[in-house]
């Protein structure tokens, strides 16, 4: 991108920098095509493409948790232990890590999750509540 369109930018916010630590994005999902993306898009105008994304206090918890299963599939691809994982246990995987989060951050409270697929976009926040592992199953069932 040219200078100009930063210059332009930074003007516009009276040509004060903003604190990057307290700057967040927007989360946008998009089922063009019946191909589901997700997209992280900053206030500078930057947009990058994910796999998954999370917002929030316990964001960095999250973080290292989905880090550390990383490591683990890395390490079962390398023996040949590895396969492509379904739609259900990334919902489980991602539902844990917020758990994580929870216990750990006292800021962190209430669950969300929207899951996008090529069939739709479906937003979970209604169905999840105390019942964590009923619940998580009756979401898990509408993806296999």
């Not at 307290?22 to 900053?42: A, D, Q, W």
């Not at 206030?43 to 796999?51: D, K």
């Not at 890395?74 to 994580?100: C, M």
Request: with cysteine; glycine share 8%; net charge positive.
């Amino acid at each position: 991108m040219e200078i100009s369109f930063y210059l332009r930018k930074l003007k516009r916010m009276g040509r004060r920098l903003p604190d990057i630590q307290e700057t967040s994005g927007i989360i946008l999902v998009t089922r063009f095509n019946k191909n589901p993306k997700l997209y992280t898009c900053f206030p500078l105008g930057g947009v990058e493409e994910r796999v998954w994304t999370c917002a929030g206090s316990g964001d960095k918890k999250i973080s290292e948790y989905m880090q550390a299963l990383q490591v683990m599939f890395e390490a079962r691809d390398y023996t040949g232990n590895s396969s492509e994982p379904e739609t259900k246990d990334v919902i489980r995987v991602g539902l844990e890590a917020v758990r994580r989060s929870q216990s750990q951050d006292i800021y962190s409270h209430g669950l969300d999750m929207i899951v996008c697929t090529s069939k739709g976009i479906v937003d979970h926040y209604a169905d999840l509540g105390d019942d964590f592992g009923k619940k998580l199953k009756k979401i898990q069932k509408q993806y296999k």
